[in-house]
């Protein structure tokens, strides 16, 4: 199967920059998107960015512009490059995978939090 193991999380001053990370191990073939999602206090859970095994991305509006969403060479790291922090950042940030059918595995959520 999959598994995904996020990292990057922590504490940042509004404007502020951080990324995160999302290794995946496992049956990596049958990954076809990667994608990442947050999730605030009493908000249900909403797509951040998502990338294709092409490259293709996709971005909440919210974000656009501020986050990037990339992966390395070997297609088994995905990074959420996070610019222009707000405050309405402030979330649990999960990484997700999927083969185009269905879920195959999320990552354990890492803790973003933006404030002065």
């Known amino acids: 199967q999959v598994q995904l193991v996020e990292s990057g999380g922590g504490l940042v001053q509004p404007g502020g920059s951080l990324r995160l990370s999302c290794a995946a191990s496992?049956?990596?073939?049958?990954?076809?998107?990667m994608g990442w999602y947050r999730q605030a206090p009493g908000k249900e859970r909403q797509l951040v960015a998502i990338?294709?095994?092409?490259?293709?991305?996709n971005y909440a509006e919210s974000v656009v512009g501020r986050f990037t969403i990339s992966r390395d060479n070997a297609e088994n790291t995905v990074y959420l490059q996070m610019n222009s922090l707000k405050a309405e950042d402030t979330a649990v940030y999960y990484c997700?995978?999927?083969?185009?059918?269905?879920?195959?595995?999320w990552g354990q959520g890492t803790q973003v939090t933006v404030s002065s």
């Open positions: 496992g049956m990596l073939f049958r990954i076809n998107a």
């Open positions: 997700n995978a999927n083969s185009g059918v269905e879920i195959l595995a």
């Open positions: 990338i294709t095994s092409g490259g293709s991305a």
